[in-house]
């Protein structure tokens, strides 16, 4: 199975900075990799598809990139409504596998 | 409006078995593939099966392999999830999801706690 090692796996922040989470594929995965945004008691959300594609929907601040192993989720300016976990998910082959998570907090 | 709406979670005993249901509106269902996804209590998300849009192609965890079987019914607009031999590890929140890579739709999720 392909290993997502997702990092950090927790950071606190102030509104309006930029955020950056990565995460690494244990082989290369073309670019077959998702983000989700999860509140607590709520399902989980697409952010982001394809390593770089918006979800309809999803504010502009989300950008992904990336290819192969290494991809990185950016948020520009961090809004009071990203307080969040986010999660990668590959998609190149099953099984499908996500990343450990990364909780995003208000400093 | 896509809607994913569960069903059948509930507290049950190890060794059981329990089926959920995910009742599906708002889309062409039987051109989509379905996926579960399970989140332990305070944990990350585990992907858990998908199926194939017609029915014929199913996945699954190697951790659920060979005691949970997907399927849908393409008249009824319904996934489901029939689990066996239940542990403990399998009480999570089991969620249903639109898609095959991007699971661009969820359901409310629904809680199986496997305990004596």
């Known amino acids: 199975a392909i290993h997502m090692t997702q990092s950090p796996s927790s950071l606190s922040a102030s509104v309006g900075d930029r955020v950056t989470i990565t995460c690494r594929a244990s082989q290369g995965i073309r670019n077959d990799l998702g983000w989700y945004q999860q509140k607590p008691g709520k399902a989980p959300k697409l952010l982001i598809y394809?390593?770089?594609t918006l979800q309809n929907g999803v504010p502009s601040r989300f950008s992904g990139s990336g290819s192969g192993t290494d991809f990185t989720l950016t948020i520009s300016s961090l809004q009071p409504e990203d307080f969040a976990t986010y999660y990668c998910?590959?998609?190149?082959?099953?099984?499908?596998?996500f990343g450990q998570g990364t909780k995003v907090e208000i400093k | 409006e896509v809607q994913l709406l569960q069903s059948g979670g509930g507290v049950i005993r190890p060794g059981k078995s329990l089926r959920l249901s995910c009742d599906a509106s708002g889309f062409t269902f039987k051109n989509y593939a379905l996926t579960w996804v399970r989140q332990a209590p305070g944990k990350g998300l585990d992907w858990v099966s998908t199926?194939?849009?017609?029915?014929?192609?199913?996945y699954y965890a190697d951790s659920v392999k060979g005691r949970f079987t997907i399927s849908r019914d393409n008249v009824k607009n319904t996934l489901y999830l029939q689990m066996n031999s239940l542990r403990g590890e399998d009480t999570a929140v089991y969620y249903c999801?639109?898609?095959?890579?991007?699971?661009?739709?969820w359901g409310q999720g629904t809680l199986v706690t496997v305990s004596s």
């Open positions: 199926i194939s849009d017609s029915g014929n192609r199913t």
């Open positions: 394809s390593a770089s």
């Open positions: 999801a639109k898609g095959n890579w991007n699971y661009d739709s």
């Open positions: 998910l590959q998609d190149y082959d099953f099984p499908r596998t």
